[in-house]
C-alpha cells in the first residue's frame, strides 16, 4: 500500500528548475529524505516560495524523515530554508517559544542538480530523491536517482547516481553494506537567527 502511495506521487511530474532557473525540463521528483548528524529539535524546512516541506520533533540518523516529495506542482526548489531549535523536548511546554533558532541556513537546491541527473531520468525513467542532512554548522544536500526495477508486479528500490554533499550509509537487514560519505557543508548561508 505505501509503495502504491509513493509510486502514484513519484508519477506525478514536477518541474525541477534548470541551472538557468527555467522549469522547462520535465522530471519527476519522488521523494524528500531528512536527517541530522546529532539530535536537531523542532525542525522545519521551508521551499523558496515559503511552503513548509518538513516538519519535525527530532531527528539524527536513527530517526529519518523519508516521504513523498510535497509541493511538486511548484517543482524542484531553487532553494529551501531549515530551521532548528537547541533544547530538548517537553510535552507539556513549547520550550522553543520565544528561543532564537539554533540552526539558520538557506541552501541552494536546483542548481546543484547536475544535467547528467536530469537527463539519466528523462531517458532511464525514476525520479529525484533529495537529501538533506542537518549538521551543526550548516545543511547538507545530497541526490540520487530512485528506479523501481525487476519483473511482474514486485519491484525493488534502486539508488544511483548519488551526489553532492553526501551520501547515507547502505543497511540490509541491520548491518552496513556501503559505507556513506559526507563532505563540509557547501553553499550554505548563516542567516540572522531570529525569535519565534
Not at 536537531?40 to 516541506?53: A, E, L, Q
Request: net charge neutral.
Amino acid at each position: 500500500m505505501l509503495f502504491a502511495a509513493l509510486a502514484a506521487c513519484a508519477d506525478s511530474a514536477s518541474l525541477p528548475a534548470g541551472p538557468d532557473g527555467s522549469r522547462s525540463q520535465a522530471i519527476s521528483v519522488g521523494t524528500l529524505r531528512v536527517d541530522a548528524s546529532g539530535d536537531k529539535r523542532g525542525v522545519t524546512i521551508y521551499d523558496d516560495h515559503g511552503f513548509s516541506i518538513e516538519r519535525s520533533a527530532l531527528l539524527n540518523l536513527k530517526n529519518v524523515s523519508n516521504a513523498s516529495f510535497p509541493g511538486g506542482e511548484r517543482g524542484l526548489p531553487a532553494s529551501l530554508r531549515v530551521t532548528w531549535y537547541p533544547g530538548p523536548l517537553s510535552r507539556d511546554v513549547n520550550p522553543w517559544t520565544g528561543a532564537a533558532f539554533a540552526g539558520d541556513y538557506t541552501v541552494p537546491v536546483a542548481a546543484r542538480i547536475p544535467e547528467t541527473v536530469r537527463e539519466f531520468i528523462r531517458t532511464n525513467g525514476g525520479s529525484l530523491r533529495l537529501k538533506i542532512r542537518l549538521v551543526d554548522d550548516g545543511v547538507l544536500v545530497g541526490w540520487d536517482v530512485e528506479q523501481r526495477v525487476g519483473p511482474g508486479e514486485v519491484k525493488t528500490l534502486v539508488y544511483r547516481m548519488a551526489g553532492g554533499d553526501f551520501r547515507e550509509d547502505r543497511i540490509i537487514n541491520g548491518t552496513v553494506v556501503d559505507a556513506g560519505w559526507q563532505n563540509a557543508p557547501s553553499g550554505s548561508l548563516r542567516t540572522v537567527p531570529a525569535p519565534h
